[in-house]
């Protein structure tokens, strides 16, 4: 074999291109979308760059926002257009959060440090949703750091909140976060607002004999919450992601007191009294999500459920008596109230594209309802007692078409209904609109059917029980409530401004008040 060397003469050359011009944008806050209509987006970074008490908060943060308000400062519940926390569907990974708030209200019961992103869907919605009447707000949590070990701690005013982030191997991440408040000095200044420990005791002489009656009363206030996030996520293949999302938030106010009295001097006997005040509720949620690339053109979700609301509040009184002769008498008096409500959910979403032009949407569902609800007086006096379990399920079906190369885009759809509890069928129309009339001018549009199943009932007499409680539509003394919204709007963007405006009306039917 011979071997010889190769040489080869390069000659340099010189090419000039165009110089090329690269513009950055300022990151928004808040993201409103120019063509979805009432559509807002915000990610737990930029939330903290709002103004908040104590640390950072999805809930209030959306009341900043246009459209969006609270009853009062102490309302992490959001009031969306004159709808009510109630009639705002609260999605997170796919199940239902029908609690989202923790301590009287100040703070809700989402961990920034769990979640991804949220949007909101302030009226209008598309078909996908339903099952309530004014607005979504649809939460994603994180997937977890899928390259290295995190780990990370919080301490605010009000609370400790601590995550780690485990990833194992290349296909599965995780993340869990737990938060739990502390007596700090936000917390105890909400705290005493409401709630003040005391021990007091006074003498309180009787005749002239000498005798007299001594009264001692100890108040002894305790207070927490707490709430625990997992998610954990699973890549069995290039077009397969199995997911599993958990979610626990509790709260536990305890205003209880005891109060004893005694007789000296002549004659004798006591009365001894405990007073339990105790208001305990949470949530204890959980999904679990198979999302699946079929092809180039059809991508599906399923989504298996369960989510379950528990309150339960004891307002009673135990009084013993002690006669000269030495004899005890014990009476129970007050008042025992229990929420329960269980919902166990499948639904499955589909999207194909069928041409470039149009894609098509549709999916089914079924929701089981266990809502049960005590009110009981002594303990053995049951003023309301509801027990109702019904089933909910449908499907739905719309359509995306984008005409006029993208500048017109019309989203049709509806979605049905049966409800067994009454035995009919629901039918929900929807459709949505958005017209591109220039570059940075948009026109749109939505209109849409609503109906709501579960019902929270709110009452004024929060000294006799809970403020509110959920209770089951049956189509008489708890009827199906109905909204139906009418929007449309303009937005304007610059590279440096987007102005928004919409216009709505919306009318609703068959509340049930207490």
């Known amino acids: 074999t011979l071997k010889r060397n190769l040489k080869i003469d390069l000659k340099s050359s010189t090419q000039n291109l165009e110089a090329v011009t690269v513009y950055g944008q300022k990151e928004d806050v808040v993201l409103v979308n120019k063509t979805d209509v009432s559509l807002i987006k915000v990610t737990p970074k930029e939330i903290s760059k709002l103004p908040s008490l104590g640390e950072k908060d999805v809930m209030r943060s959306f009341q900043l926002m246009p459209g969006v308000s609270a009853s009062n400062e102490s309302s992490s519940g959001l009031y969306i257009r004159g709808g009510t926390p109630d009639q705002n569907l609260v999605l997170y990974d796919g199940f239902t959060v029908y609690h989202v708030d923790h301590l009287y209200g100040f703070y809700s019961a989402f961990n920034s440090n769990a979640v991804k992103d949220v949007q909101l869907y302030k009226g209008g919605?598309?078909?996908?949703?339903?099952?309530?009447?004014?607005?979504?707000?649809?939460?994603?949590?994180?997937?977890g750091n899928q390259k290295k070990f995190n780990l990370g701690m919080d301490l605010s005013l009000l609370s400790v909140n601590a995550f780690v982030e485990i990833p194992i191997g290349s296909k599965f991440s995780s993340v869990i976060a737990y938060r739990r408040s502390y007596k700090g000095l936000?917390?105890?200044?909400?705290?005493?607002?409401?709630?003040?420990?005391?021990?007091?005791?006074?003498?309180?002489?009787?005749?002239?004999g000498g005798g007299g009656r001594k009264m001692s009363q100890d108040t002894k206030v305790t207070s927490y919450f707490y709430d625990?996030?997992?998610?954990?996520t699973f890549r069995p293949t290039s077009i397969d992601v199995v997911s599993l999302s958990?979610?626990?938030?509790?709260?536990?106010?305890?205003?209880?007191?005891?109060?004893?009295?005694?007789?000296?001097?002549?004659?004798?006997?006591?009365?001894?009294?405990?007073?339990t005040d105790l208001t305990e509720y949470g949530n204890i949620?959980?999904?679990?999500?198979?999302?699946?690339?079929?092809?180039?053109k059809l991508f599906g979700n399923t989504v298996l459920s369960y989510s379950n609301y528990l309150s339960d509040r004891n307002r009673?009184?135990?009084?013993?008596?002690?006669?000269?002769?030495?004899?005890?008498?014990?009476?129970?008096?007050?008042?025992?109230?229990?929420?329960?409500?269980?919902?166990?959910?499948l639904k499955s979403d589909y999207q194909w594209d069928i041409l470039h032009f149009c894609q098509l949407q549709f999916g089914g569902f079924a929701t089981h309802f266990d809502i049960k609800y005590t009110y009981a007086q002594n303990d053995t006096s049951t003023v309301l007692d509801r027990n109702s379990n019904a089933t909910l399920a449908g499907g739905y079906v719309q359509s995306q078409i984008k005409l006029f190369k993208d500048k017109l885009q019309i989203i049709p759809g509806i979605r049905s209904s049966y409800?067994?509890?009454?035995?009919?069928?629901?039918?929900?129309?929807?459709?949505?609109?958005?017209?591109?009339?220039?570059?940075?001018?948009?026109?749109?549009?939505?209109?849409?059917?609503?109906?709501?199943?579960?019902?929270?009932?709110?009452?004024?007499?929060?000294?006799?029980?809970?403020k509110d409680f959920w209770l089951l539509s049956d189509g008489n003394k708890v009827p199906v409530s109905s909204s139906i919204h009418y929007v449309t709007g303009l937005s304007y963007e610059t590279n440096n401004y987007l102005i928004s405006a919409e216009g709505y009306y919306k009318k609703l039917s068959n509340l049930t008040e207490y």
């Open 246 to 275: 958990l979610f626990n938030g509790s709260d536990m106010l305890d205003n209880s007191s005891e109060t004893e009295s005694s007789s000296f001097g002549a004659g004798g006997g006591g009365m001894n009294m405990n007073s």
């Open 125 to 143: 919605f598309e078909s996908k949703f339903g099952g309530i009447l004014s607005s979504v707000t649809e939460i994603t949590g994180k997937d």
């Open 186 to 208: 936000i917390y105890n200044t909400i705290f005493k607002k409401f709630n003040k420990s005391t021990n007091t005791t006074m003498t309180i002489p009787e005749g002239n």
């Open 228 to 232: 625990l996030n997992g998610k954990f």
């Open 419 to 466: 409800f067994e509890a009454t035995k009919q069928v629901y039918y929900e129309p929807r459709a949505s609109l958005n017209l591109s009339l220039t570059k940075r001018l948009t026109l749109k549009g939505a209109y849409g059917k609503y109906y709501q199943f579960a019902n929270r009932v709110t009452r004024e007499d929060i000294i006799s029980g809970s």
């Open 285 to 296: 949620s959980g999904s679990l999500k198979w999302a699946r690339k079929w092809s180039d």
């Open 316 to 345: 009673s009184q135990e009084r013993s008596s002690t006669d000269d002769n030495g004899d005890t008498t014990t009476t129970s008096t007050g008042i025992f109230e229990n929420n329960n409500l269980k919902d166990y959910s």
